[in-house]
């Protein structure tokens, strides 16, 4: 299954982060590739997440989140197009002065009809671009 890991730093601190990361009907307004989003099945701190992203082509999909506020929040695949697992989370971790180090998990495991070459890009552009576009949402939120 392909999969990355990738650490940022966020000048502020994990309970701001963690505002905006569990904030997920608003990440269309700040992720270009997310087109909309549904929360359902809200169960104290489980919910599950219907996304509905441009990657490559539009695509839906839908994941269950566990929240482990304001420390973590980790997802495993529920259904979707052209995918047969998703799997990842954030982990965000005090540095001190109002930083957070911020580690981005994920494991992707698609259908034998789309290419590993589109994978493996997705994973080298598209998620440095995901976390910057986390960061400076974050970081400018008042």
């Known amino acids: ?4 890991q990738r650490v940022i730093t966020i000048n502020a601190p994990v309970e701001k982060c963690w505002a905006v990361i569990s904030d997920y009907e608003r990440y269309p307004e700040f992720l270009p590739e997310v087109k909309s989003i549904r929360t359902l099945n809200r169960r104290g701190n489980e919910v599950d997440v219907q996304y509905q992203a441009e ?8 994941v269950h ?9 980790n997802w495993s695949f529920i259904d979707g197009e052209f995918m ?4 990842g989370g954030w982990k965000l971790e005090a540095l001190g002065n109002g930083a957070t180090r911020a580690t981005y998990t994920v494991e992707i495991e698609v259908g034998m009809l789309v ?8 994973v ?3 998620l440095p671009k995901l976390l ?9 939120a008042r």
């Open 1 to 4: 299954m392909p999969g990355a």
């Open 84 to 87: 047969k697992d998703n799997k």
């Open 65 to 73: 989140m566990k929240e482990e506020g304001p420390t973590a929040v």
């Open 124 to 126: 080298d552009t598209q």
């Open 55 to 62: 990657v490559v082509k539009l695509i839906k999909y839908t």
């Open 132 to 140: 910057e576009n986390f960061k400076k949402r974050i970081e400018s």
């Open 115 to 122: 290419p590993k070459s589109i994978i493996n890009a997705l």
